[in-house]
């Protein structure tokens, strides 16, 4: 489901569309439930999703399941094996990388990967987001355990 932050007055979870490196802190949520306003920070947003940037292609995507899983690049078809530190291993090479938005995409990779394991990583994903709007965007990657049992 993505991200979440719990409501600060009835405690039921705000979803939220956004990737948390596309999110600005504080951020002023609305809680569905109660009606009532609150400002949320950086760790206060649960993220469900677990972010990649693809070896191959180097392009983004997230995996919302549990880690280390046998997944396929939605961009390239590659099979990566994503494990549980947060770096992606090429296990077969997929469709030949498009050179577009390369640069772009690499950098807000790491930065997304970086997220998974300090404020100063998530911080700087924020900023790289925020800066790259579209681009940022992710792709959830596709289920690939049974092709590689
Ligand atoms: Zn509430
Ligand atoms: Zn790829």
Same mark, same amino acid.
């Given at each position: 489901?993505? !991200?979440?932050?719990? !409501? %600060?007055? !009835?405690?039921?979870?705000?979803?939220?569309?956004?990737?948390? &490196?596309?999110?600005?802190? *504080?951020?002023? +949520?609305?809680?569905?439930?109660?009606?009532?306003?609150?400002?949320?920070?950086?760790?206060?947003?649960?993220?469900?999703?677990?972010d990649?940037?693809?070896?191959f292609? %180097?392009?983004?995507?997230?995996? %919302?399941?549990? +880690? *280390?899983?046998?997944v396929?690049?939605?961009?390239?078809?590659?099979?990566?094996?994503? #494990?549980?530190?947060?770096?992606?291993?090429? +296990?077969?090479?997929?469709? @030949? *990388?498009?050179?577009? =938005?390369?640069?772009?995409?690499? +950098?807000?990779?790491? &930065?997304?990967? =970086?997220?998974?394991? =300090?404020? &100063?990583?998530?911080?700087? =994903?924020?900023?790289?987001?925020?800066a790259?709007?579209?681009?940022?965007?992710? @792709?959830?990657?596709?289920? #690939?355990?049974?092709?590689? &049992?």
């Amino acid at each position: 489901m993505g !991200c979440y932050a719990r !409501c %600060k007055f !009835c405690n039921s979870n705000m979803y939220i569309q956004t990737g948390k &490196a596309q999110m600005t802190f *504080p951020l002023p +949520l609305i809680c569905g439930n109660c009606n009532r306003q609150n400002n949320y920070y950086q760790y206060e947003i649960v993220d469900e999703r677990h972010d990649f940037s693809c070896p191959f292609c %180097k392009k983004n995507f997230f995996i %919302k399941k549990q +880690l *280390p899983r046998m997944v396929k690049c939605p961009h390239c078809k590659s099979q990566i094996y994503a #494990d549980i530190d947060g770096s992606a291993s090429v +296990l077969t090479e997929g469709q @030949h *990388p498009n050179r577009e =938005g390369d640069t772009a995409g690499g +950098l807000l990779g790491g &930065a997304a990967v =970086g997220s998974l394991f =300090g404020p &100063a990583g998530a911080i700087l =994903g924020a900023l790289l987001g925020a800066a790259l709007g579209h681009q940022g965007l992710a @792709h959830e990657a596709e289920d #690939d355990d049974a092709g590689a &049992a």
